[in-house]
């Protein structure tokens, strides 16, 4: 992968199957349904964007209560310098392990502080190839899934050239018919949201 | 354990009592605020009665006067122009016999903020560790008290807030023509202990402060000492000065003050309107008048509402300290206090000292990180430190 710059944020506390990270409150935050990346030793750890949290405090709420008032400078750092990170929760989905992707869990999530960056357009559409995270998304309970995976898609999509781009989508459409046979509301909700 | 049912009465007694010492209090403003405007003009007699009892007792704080009136109260005519604020802090771990390791610790905070920029302003902390057997133990071989803690984070500040103020001028080009004020969260007048250590320990102390001043004056910085509700009661224990015979400002007298348990603070919010500021007053403190004035930096103060509505219960009083070579320019004095009132808005306090603080400031989460990162190092060249007994039992409660 193609690391930019800087990192999106630090890892703050990961598990097997999800990892949080903070970062500043800045207009390059990931979207949701967004792919980013840590490292853990020789592998790289995958995961979509599902939970963005912007923190409060006493500090903040009597800005905000003055809001007549605010300028820009005290805007500015209120969102770029004080220790209130936003934190940005991701879905682990995938990882890679020299030239191959695995979509499945990692043997280890990333460690605490390590950076997370955000993915360019070749290791989005690579990643996100094959259908095997599908279930890793329908499955995870503690995040709005068909949304999320409805997000993921679309990105993933747009990440490929433009005539390739409808065939991705009719083909994870006829993956996700054949998971979810017997559930065609949620099948429904996921279809209706693949528009691009 | 407190049981609170045994303090019944005792709260009854006390709130009478706070009632009755508020009517009290109330009857006392207002013969101070009848001094003031009978005692309004400012003359030699004035004057002399100040500096006699300065004379007669070197602990007497009083208020000099600068201009013409006490009754003064000014608000500045000019539209606010955008200033550059830096507000610095500090905060400190004080040294703990009972703790694992014996140490203290010294944490600045500074903002530097840039009005009408729209940028984020710039922000740093610089935390000090004093571990070394000279920085922790004293001459007498007993553990630094807390005051000596205090006179280092008091140097700190200062030494911080010069840092800033060059910083901040090389960064606009040397440009003089934006105002640059840096303000304090506290008195610009040291405090200096009568014991706290040697005579030449507190001279060197009161050099490095006014080296530090000196700094700031030369980059055409302002430095500003802000002090949030302030309990001194300088002006009024000159009206009561005034209110005297020469030949009766003696030591005994002078401690009879009728306005004892009356602050300037009371008096002003009484007195001034929002964004108005009384007049300039000078501290007869020695150390005002001989060290900080021979160094140039002799301090000047007034009393400024910075509250946005009128009316004495929503006015918000606080001391501003500013060098006399500040206080001589009014219309430089005019800029200051427009910027630090507009720093004021939404807050009536200014948003660069909270800011300030809050990245000083050394929680007790951050202190037990500390501490444990300190035991870890040990450990591993073999140590085991541990708190006293005292100490561990008291985490048992």
Redesign the interface.
């Known amino acids: 992968m193609t690391a930019p710059a800087s990192p999106l944020g630090r890892i703050l506390r990961s598990s097997t199957t999800t990892f949080t990270f903070g970062s500043l409150d800045n207009p390059d935050l990931p979207a949701f349904g967004a792919l980013v990346a840590a490292e853990v030793g020789p592998i790289w750890v995958y995961g979509l964007v599902y939970e963005v949290v912007i923190q409060d405090d006493p500090f903040v709420r009597q800005v905000v209560a003055a809001a007549g008032e605010l300028t820009a400078e005290r805007v500015e750092d209120m969102r770029q310098r004080r220790q209130v990170p936003v934190e940005i929760t991701a879905l682990t989905v995938a990882y890679r392990q020299g030239d191959r992707v695995y979509q499945r869990l990692p043997p280890r999530p990333p460690a605490a502080l390590q950076p997370v960056w955000a993915c360019d357009e070749a290791t989005t559409a690579q990643v996100l190839t094959e259908g095997a995270f599908f279930r890793t998304v329908l499955n995870a309970a503690h995040c709005p899934s068909e949304e999320l995976l409805a997000a993921a898609l679309r990105r993933a999509a747009a990440c490929r050239l433009p005539e390739q781009q409808q065939a991705y989508l009719v083909h994870a459409g006829r993956e996700l018919a054949r998971l979810l046979a017997s559930d065609l509301p949620r099948l429904d909700a996921i279809l209706r949201r693949l528009a691009l | 354990m407190l049981e609170l049912q045994r303090l019944l009465d005792d709260i009854e007694a006390m709130s009478r009592e706070i009632i009755r010492q508020r009517r009290d209090l109330e009857a006392d403003i207002e013969e101070g605020l009848a001094a003031l405007m009978r005692l309004a003009v400012v003359d030699d007699a004035l004057l002399d009665k100040i500096d006699r009892a300065a004379g007669e007792d070197p602990s007497w704080r009083g208020a000099f006067p600068l201009g013409t009136r006490l009754d003064e109260r000014h608000r500045p005519q000019s539209e606010a122009v955008d200033a550059t604020l830096i507000g610095v802090d500090g905060s400190q771990i004080y040294p703990d016999r009972h703790g694992p390791v014996l140490y203290y610790l010294i944490n600045t905070g500074a903002?530097v903020?840039?009005?009408?920029?729209?940028?984020?302003?710039l922000?740093q902390t610089r935390p000090t560790l004093f571990f070394r057997e000279e920085a922790v133990y004293n001459e007498d071989q007993e553990v630094v008290d807390n005051r000596i803690v205090n006179a280092a984070r008091e140097l700190a500040e200062i030494r911080e807030m010069a840092f800033q103020a060059v910083a901040e001028r090389e960064r606009l080009g040397g440009d003089l023509d934006r105002l640059l004020i840096v303000l304090a969260d506290g008195p610009l007048l040291i405090w200096i202990g009568e014991k706290d250590s040697p005579d030449h320990e507190v001279q060197r102390r009161i050099a490095a402060y006014l080296a530090e001043l000196t700094t700031i004056q030369r980059v055409g910085a302002v430095p500003v000492g802000y002090v949030d509700r302030p309990r001194s009661a300088n002006v009024l224990r000159m009206l009561h000065v005034a209110d005297l015979d020469l030949p009766a400002i003696v030591t005994a007298n002078l401690r009879a003050t009728r306005y004892r348990h009356l602050t300037d603070r009371a008096l002003f919010e009484r007195w001034l309107g929002p964004n108005e500021r009384s007049g300039l007053f000078s501290s007869t403190a020695r150390l005002n008048r001989v060290d900080f004035r021979q160094a140039g930096q002799e301090i000047a103060f007034f009393y400024l509402n910075v509250a946005r509505t009128p009316g004495v219960e929503a006015a918000r009083i606080v001391r501003v300290d500013v060098p006399m070579w500040v206080a001589a320019q009014p219309d430089l004095l005019d800029r200051v206090q427009l910027a630090i009132y507009r720093d004021c808005?939404?807050?009536d306090y200014p948003?660069v000292l909270?800011?300030a603080h809050?990245l000083a400031v050394v929680g007790s989460r951050e202190r037990e990180e500390l501490e444990q990162m300190l035991t870890i190092a040990l450990m591993r060249r073999g140590m085991v430190p541990a708190p006293s007994a005292k100490a561990l039992a008291k985490r048992l409660l």
Request: aromatic share 6%.
């Open positions: 903002i903020l840039r009005q009408g920029s729209g940028q984020a302003p922000t808005e939404g807050m948003y909270a800011r809050e």
